[in-house]
């Protein structure tokens, strides 16, 4: 959190996310050293073992996962109700950018793919922004980037993240078990109820979202998405939403350092190895990883200035307080940063095959490295000709 506390406007706490995104450029980096080494099989072999049903992955990305979405949740909900999205006026700016963010990339994945048969699955890998990864780049430049600058970052990946969950929900799922699906709802129904009748202790949510976990791990539906809905019926307490009385509150100060620091690095850890031995300029130049690559560079940068340039100058928003265009540009191509969301989706994109996943990881990697050096050095160039005390006035 910054200075431990959250913004009195409502926003997110950034300093956990920032030092989260540190740990996971660590983790990647030891994930691709771990991947070239000789014993890299026996780690995936580890990977791929059996554990009560399911693999160590499949619990690392369906269950783990899950965690992660969960707290996704209570930072949408927080953030639209009482938070920095809480009006259509904070909305305009951040949500205007996040659409065009989405769709820009999405339509440089298909232009490059086009006719490629099951690689268009693939068409949403760099629509999302890793919020973790963006604002641990950023923060290495310290208070030389205007707060305003972080919090419009922030909105624009949680709605990034909404529009993801959106899509993982529409497209990527398998063949539906209505009974599964109809017990999942009824449960959900009961989520629901609990949250009607005022029921504050957080026990019988918790219980229920297992539950519901389960019936959606076995209905079709991508079982993530269970950690969505069971965040939407934790109480809010609109009141007094900063309170740590209120059940948002403490579930999600009680999730936020775990998921910071322990689930998102160990889906990285998990997903992002990737042996240079098979790598060649050839194969960085298949239409998969060259479209997730451009899609997260250019499409990113392109979607989110572009679109927020237009409502600016159409009055509809204002420029982040203290942020010049040359800010807003910079995190626009900081939004290329990836990572976590967009290796997600390619694993739900293609299950089947492991090249196209391998593909999708060089691209991701490739993608939100060019995209995290390029957005520091424009952040940094234009805090630079700014005077400090301005910032933060």
Same mark, same amino acid.
């Given at each position: 959190m910054l200075n431990g506390k959250w913004f009195r406007?409502?926003?997110?706490?950034l300093e956990t996310e920032a030092a989260g995104g540190l740990i996971l450029m660590l983790v990647t980096a030891l994930a691709l050293a771990f991947a070239n080494l000789p014993a890299a099989q026996f780690f995936s072999d580890l990977l791929h073992s059996d554990v009560l049903g399911l693999s160590i992955l499949h619990w690392v990305n369906d269950g783990l996962m899950a965690v992660f979405f969960l707290l996704m949740g209570l930072d949408i909900k927080r953030e639209l109700l009482v938070g920095q999205?809480?009006?259509?006026?904070?909305? $305009?700016?951040?949500?205007?950018?996040?659409v065009g963010g989405m769709i820009m990339p999405a339509a440089i994945f298909v232009a490059i793919n086009? *006719?490629?048969?099951?690689?268009?699955?693939?068409?949403?890998?760099?629509?999302?922004?890793?919020?973790?990864?963006?604002?641990?780049?950023?923060?290495?430049? *310290?208070?030389?980037?205007?707060?305003?600058?972080? #919090?419009?970052?922030?909105?624009?990946?949680? !709605?990034?993240? +909404?529009g993801a969950v959106l899509i993982i929900a529409l497209f990527y799922t398998?063949?539906?078990?209505? %009974?599964?699906?109809?017990?999942?709802?009824s449960t959900f129904t009961a989520l629901v109820a609990l949250n009607r009748t005022g029921v504050k202790y957080l026990a019988p949510y918790l219980i229920l979202g297992a539950?519901? %976990?389960?019936?959606?791990?076995?209905? *079709?539906?991508?079982?993530?998405? $269970?950690?969505?809905?069971?965040?939407?019926?934790?109480?809010?307490?609109?009141?007094s939403s900063d309170s740590p009385s209120t059940p948002l509150f403490r579930l999600h100060h009680a999730l936020g350092p775990w998921v910071a620091?322990?689930? #998102?690095?160990?889906?990285?850890?998990?997903? $992002?190895?990737?042996?240079?031995?098979? !790598?060649?300029?050839?194969?960085? +130049?298949?239409?998969?990883?060259?479209?997730?690559? =451009?899609?997260?560079?250019?499409?990113?940068?392109?979607?989110?200035?572009?679109?927020?340039?237009?409502?600016?100058?159409?009055? @509809?928003?204002?420029?982040?307080r203290h942020a010049s265009w040359?800010?807003?540009?910079? @995190?626009?191509?900081?939004?290329?940063?990836?990572?976590?969301?967009?290796? &997600?989706?390619?694993?739900?994109?293609?299950?089947?095959?492991?090249?196209?996943?391998?593909?999708?990881?060089?691209? #991701?990697? =490739?993608?939100?490295?060019?995209s995290g050096?390029?957005?520091?050095?424009?952040?940094? &160039?234009?805090?630079?000709?700014?005077p400090s005390k301005a910032l933060h006035s």
């Open positions: 406007d409502g926003s997110l706490p999205l809480a009006t259509w006026q904070r909305r $305009a700016l951040p949500g205007i950018a996040a086009w *006719g490629q048969g099951v690689n268009l699955r693939g068409w949403a890998i760099p629509s999302a922004t890793d919020i973790a990864f963006a604002l641990a780049v950023i923060s290495l430049l *310290g208070r030389r980037v205007p707060i305003g600058l972080k #919090v419009f970052l922030t909105a624009v990946a949680i !709605l990034d993240d +909404l398998s063949e539906l078990s209505l %009974w599964n699906l109809g017990m999942a709802v539950v519901l %976990w389960s019936f959606v791990l076995n209905s *079709g539906v991508h079982a993530t998405v $269970a950690g969505i809905a069971v965040a939407l019926t934790i109480p809010m307490g609109i009141s620091y322990l689930v #998102v690095p160990m889906f990285g850890f998990a997903n $992002a190895g990737v042996s240079f031995s098979e !790598l060649s300029l050839s194969s960085v +130049l298949n239409p998969v990883p060259l479209g997730s690559a =451009l899609g997260l560079f250019l499409g990113k940068q392109v979607g989110i200035f572009t679109f927020a340039w237009l409502a600016i100058k159409a009055g @509809v928003a204002e420029l982040p040359l800010h807003l540009y910079g @995190v626009a191509v900081l939004c290329g940063i990836g990572f976590t969301m967009s290796l &997600f989706i390619g694993f739900l994109a293609y299950p089947e095959s492991e090249t196209l996943q391998t593909e999708t990881k060089v691209g #991701v990697l =490739l993608g939100s490295l060019f050096a390029v957005g520091w050095a424009v952040v940094r &160039f234009a805090s630079a000709k700014m």
